[in-house]
């Protein structure tokens, strides 16, 4: 599942999840993009607040 897919299934903005997580929106568009990778502490954190495995994420 993509950064973006798992974003979009819980209808949540890159502004919200930016808020969410303490990271900018560019960044998490970045991360979407694949122009850069979150570090593992947001890796922890994307997957808390999308309900899914970290794996699931890096995949």
Do not use: F, H
């Not at 997580?21 to 922890?44: A, H, M």
Request: proline letters at 2%; one cysteine or more; charged letters at 30%.
């Amino acid at each position: 599942m993509s950064l973006k897919d798992a974003r979009k299934k819980n209808k949540l903005t890159q502004k919200e999840v930016a808020q969410k997580i303490g990271t900018s929106r560019v960044t998490v568009s970045r991360w979407e993009c694949g122009v850069i990778n979150p570090k593992l502490k947001n890796i922890k954190k994307l997957s808390k607040l999308y309900n899914c495995t970290a794996d699931e994420l890096i995949n």
